[in-house]
């Protein structure tokens, strides 16, 4: 079954060449469904069938410097964006700003790929990553239809650590996300590389794989995204 892979280029590339060269090198044929989310900057720039936006602002105009819309976002015809990232929390993001991005991008029928994971430790075990993690959701899905959001459970530890999440652990807070907050895809990321990338697609409930350093990575992430 085809599964979903988002590559999360963070702030890189350096340079808008650099952007669409690697845009221009990762194929569009892929067996997954693929979506890139380069930096907001190079957004109306970059050609790729499906792309996303590694953020937003919950408000559609105004006197909000510095920010980026919904709307502004679907008229470039972006498709998804990503809200409440771990690099975004801890900088002070919280619960309540992403519920009301993830609805700000729905009114303009965007999918928000809702991040969570955030505050978790390789020390807990399941039950408590999962009461984290519903405190998390039980406000970033407040107030809005979960089956037409994204989740991506990115434990914080494993973000560029080069320590993944065991395939396992990834299936069992998939299976928690799905039934609980009926939501239809949940996503894992986390130091996610060419070669774990395959055990965690083949989990029958994890959806795909958000993917950052290795995304960057033209040849590894053909690879990822044919796997
Ligand atoms: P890495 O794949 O570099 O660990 O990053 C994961 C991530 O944060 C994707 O959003």
Not at 47 to 62: A, M, R, V
Not at 156 to 168: D, R, S
Request: net charge positive.
């Amino acid at each position: 079954m085809k599964k979903l892979v988002i590559a999360n280029w963070k702030l890189n590339p350096s340079s808008l060449k650099d952007a669409q060269k690697l845009a221009a090198s990762i194929s569009i044929k892929a067996k997954n469904k693929v979506v890139l989310c380069p930096p907001t900057i190079y957004l109306s720039n970059i050609q790729y069938p499906n792309i996303g936006s590694q953020d937003c602002f919950w408000q559609e105009k105004g006197a909000f410097t510095g920010q980026v819309s919904p709307l502004m976002l679907k008229d470039l015809k972006i498709k998804y964006s990503l809200v409440g990232h771990s690099e975004k929390r801890g900088v002070g993001e919280t619960d309540e700003m992403i519920n009301a991005k993830a609805k700000a991008l729905l009114a303009q029928k965007i999918t928000p790929v809702i991040c969570i994971g955030f505050g978790t430790t390789v020390e807990h075990d399941d039950l408590e990553v999962t009461d984290i993690l519903k405190s998390q959701l039980d406000i970033d899905l407040g107030g809005l239809d979960s089956s037409k959001v994204i989740v991506a459970y990115e434990p914080v530890w494993a973000i560029g650590t080069g320590h993944n999440a065991t395939p396992e652990h990834a299936e069992k807070i998939s299976i928690f996300v799905k039934t609980k907050y009926k939501v239809p895809t949940v996503l894992y990321g986390g130091s996610v590389n060419l070669g774990n990338a395959k055990s965690f697609l083949q989990q029958t409930n994890v959806g795909g794989l958000l993917v950052g350093g290795a995304s960057l990575n033209a040849k590894d992430f053909n690879q990822i995204i044919n796997m």
